[in-house]
């Protein structure tokens, strides 16, 4: 039922006709969480507090196909590294940090004063991979803009893959420790073998 999962307040206020709600993302770095929302204060609900990315992030493929497929999420913010959130410059720095740990995105629910309504409410969670920097082309007089995204991968991600399930050396060892078959696959890509050769 709705009433196990939403107060009485976020119910009221979602069969409103216009519903006050922001995404919140939670990244759980290996040297700890940190917390952000696009909004211009830093925010504090359940506990946390969210620090405020200025309307400069995004958050790109949030949905729900509902067909079992690895599905995933960017987030991303423009204009390093003065302007944005500095806990994702410093990833870029260290990056096992960041791969392979939790990344979740929350709705938060506000009344028309803007504030909190209830905690926040897990929509979708998935392991980040390595953060990437991108610089968009200079337009004219318009300068470029740089960005850093990290990429979330869902639940599903590498489940149909079996474990050490890749031609390559580094699996084969995995397999079979002192295997070299895979050993020269890179060498042999583009290379010429005459058989029989006489």
């Not at 991303?76 to 870029?92: M, R, T, W």
Request: charge should be negative; charged fraction near 15%.
């Amino acid at each position: 039922m709705l009433s196990d999962f939403f107060t009485s307040d976020q119910l009221a206020l979602l069969t409103a006709s216009r519903v006050f709600c922001s995404l919140l993302v939670k990244f759980d770095f290996q040297s700890g969480a940190e917390y952000a929302w696009n909004g211009n204060t830093a925010l504090l609900t359940g506990g946390n507090t969210y620090l405020p990315m200025h309307g400069m992030g995004t958050i790109d493929g949030l949905g729900l196909s509902g067909n079992g497929a690895s599905d995933n999420v960017t987030v991303s913010v423009d204009g390093l590294p003065d302007q944005a959130l500095g806990f994702l410059a410093k990833a870029l720095e260290d990056t096992p940090s960041v791969d392979q740990q939790l990344m979740t995105i929350y709705l938060q629910l506000f009344d028309s004063e803007w504030q909190n309504v209830g905690g926040p409410l897990p929509l979708w969670w998935g392991f980040m991979q390595p953060p990437r920097v991108s610089r968009t082309e200079m337009q004219g007089t318009d300068g470029a803009v740089q960005s850093i995204s990290i990429v979330a991968e869902n639940a599903f991600f590498n489940r149909s893959r079996p474990s050490y399930g890749r031609f390559t050396d580094r699996d084969q060892q995995a397999r079979s420790p002192g295997d070299k078959f895979f050993g020269f696959v890179s060498s042999i890509l583009v290379k010429t073998v005459t058989y029989p050769d006489y």
